[in-house]
């Protein structure tokens, strides 16, 4: 069954430093996404991604965050300058259709810890 | 409460028990989704109805949903250990491109041997 890859799985980054989550999204699916989850608590929305541009973005996706689909694989989330706050463990998610018709696909997660 | 809670927030079954567990949601919606998630892990997508449908059914899993009081439920029969893993609910608004998912709480739910 297609997969949605996500590199590396975990990362441990200092404050201040720039990160680069990795995805490989389902290869016809059309539709990106990227939510985080911190520790104990909900998976909420960061940005979704389509036609090569930000579809839509959560308040937490300031402009510290930036997302790229640098070829026709892959799928990055970059972080700029990372905040202890950013410790979460960040879900790629692709999708065939923007109305989900069909559910969406995530990744396994890369866990980042900002020390 | 926050579009998208579920409950129990923990519930401890033994095997071959049936499992239920509730979500609810407070906007209008396009479908609603279900998804587990094994501790630590990905989330992996269950099931997904639509606001026009009231039942669904898949393998073990039925769904309903109530649009009037906006909630949902899920049903796992005859639960097994492997099925011991986190459960949220999702919901997809009435929206254009690249619908986004609102997920809830979670359920986490244990089941004993």
């Known amino acids: 069954e297609p997969e949605v890859t996500q590199t590396p799985s975990h990362q441990v980054t200092q404050m201040g430093q720039e990160v680069i989550l990795r995805c490989v999204p389902i290869?016809?699916?059309?539709?990106f996404y990227w939510y985080r989850q911190i520790l104990g608590q909900k998976v909420e929305f960061l940005v979704s991604?389509?036609?090569?541009?930000?579809?839509?973005k959560s308040e937490i996706f300031d402009d510290q965050f930036s997302v790229e689909r640098p070829d026709g694989s892959n799928f990055t989330l970059k972080i700029r300058s990372t905040k202890l706050e950013d410790s979460a463990m960040y879900f790629c998610?692709?999708?065939?259709?923007?109305?989900?018709?069909?559910?969406?696909?995530f990744g396994s997660g890369t866990r980042l810890t900002v020390v | 409460s926050q579009q998208g809670e579920e409950d129990p927030q923990a519930l401890s079954i033994q095997e071959g028990e049936n499992a239920t567990m509730n979500c609810s949601y407070k906007t209008s919606i396009n479908n609603l989704q279900w998804y587990r998630q094994n501790s630590g892990r990905g989330l992996v997508h269950l099931i997904l109805i639509r606001s026009n449908e009231r039942e669904k059914h898949s393998g073990r899993l039925r769904v309903t949903l109530d649009t009037s009081k906006k909630s949902s439920s899920l049903l796992i029969t005859a639960s097994r250990a492997a099925d011991t893993a986190s459960y949220f609910c999702a919901t997809v608004p009435y929206t254009g491109t690249a619908s986004k998912l609102t997920f809830g709480t979670g359920t986490r739910l244990q089941v004993t041997l």
């Open positions: 991604f389509y036609n090569n541009e930000i579809s839509e």
């Open positions: 998610a692709s999708g065939q259709t923007g109305s989900s018709r069909y559910g969406y696909t």
């Open positions: 290869s016809n699916h059309l539709y």
